[in-house]
């Protein structure tokens, strides 16, 4: 009586062959002896916001940087969009166009104006010509509501507009998905909630995103699945509510018995 197919998301190009987008299988990584990711298994689904959580030191970063392969690792793979990620070299630098990353440190050309930070890869890598990628970084900055900044320089702007630049900047290489590791720890409290808005929006249009966050508000509102990360490992994964409401492990519950009473 249950047919299979009703469950397909709508929105799934169709030209994709899977609806599996980032796939890692078996990983691990050492910093010297420290095992920091053990035997990491994880797929991330087109338009999937997948909401990485858990204590300082848990393999949250490393896990996210690896998926560009910022951060190499010791064995396993992973494949982005079918390709396993290359090494080194060209192919890597092409691969790495269809992932936009945004630090916790917004990494932006401090001598460069708001406008040249945004059009740079798309002139450098996707050849855009000057004035489309003109047109499409402003018609961003217009999105993350920083466009009236365009030609200041990034000390000219606070902390949230900075970061609001970088995600605007890692749009414009119009990824395939977008990771961002810790995108608000470095900012003052007022300023959070205008990333979290930008993100919150970026989700709701079908992005495929990999966010490592302590800000459990938006993984209650944004995620599609929360992953939960303690000693290198995941330890569980599953829908928002289920998972705040109803954590299986020990290890979850004591984690959120700590942060959320406070």
């Known amino acids: 009586m249950d047919n299979p197919g009703m469950d397909a998301p709508a929105t799934q ?35 999937e916001v997948l ?3 858990g204590p300082s030191g848990s393999g949250k970063s490393t896990l996210c940087r690896a ?22 070299g060209k192919p890597l630098a092409r691969l790495r166009a269809d992932v936009g990353m945004v630090f916790q440190s917004f990494n932006l050309f401090a001598h460069k104006s708001i406008l040249e930070n945004v ?18 970084a402003m018609e961003l900055l217009e999105r993350v509501g920083v466009a009236n900044q365009a030609n200041k320089l990034p000390a000219q702007l606070s902390g949230g ?8 900047r890692a749009l414009a290489m119009q990824p395939k998905v977008m990771l961002f590791d810790e995108p608000t720890s470095a900012l003052d409290p007022e300023m ?3 990333v979290l808005d930008v993100m919150v929006s970026l989700a709701s249009e079908g992005m495929t ?6 800000e459990m508000g938006f993984a209650r509102k944004a995620a599609d699945r929360v992953v939960f990360m303690a000693d290198g490992r995941i330890v569980e994964q599953a829908p928002p509510d289920q998972f705040f409401d109803n954590p299986q492990s020990e290890r979850a519950k004591d984690f959120l018995s700590k942060i959320l009473t406070h």
């Open 192 to 194: 959070v909630n205008e």
């Open 13 to 47: 190009p169709a030209e994709a062959s899977s609806d599996v987008l980032v796939s890692l299988t078996d990983v691990n990584k050492y910093f010297g002896a420290l095992h920091v990711l053990q035997d990491i298994n994880l797929d991330v689904k087109r338009g």
């Open 119 to 136: 059009t740079l890869g798309p002139l450098k890598v996707r050849r855009l010509k000057p004035a489309e990628a003109k047109k499409q």
């Open 209 to 214: 995103m990999v966010v490592v966050t302590h």
């Open 51 to 53: 909401v990485v959580i």
């Open 161 to 168: 507009q900075q970061q609001r630049v970088a995600i605007a």
């Open 67 to 88: 998926i560009n392969r910022l951060e190499p690792i010791n064995s396993g793979s992973i494949t982005l969009d079918g390709q396993k990620l290359p090494e080194e």
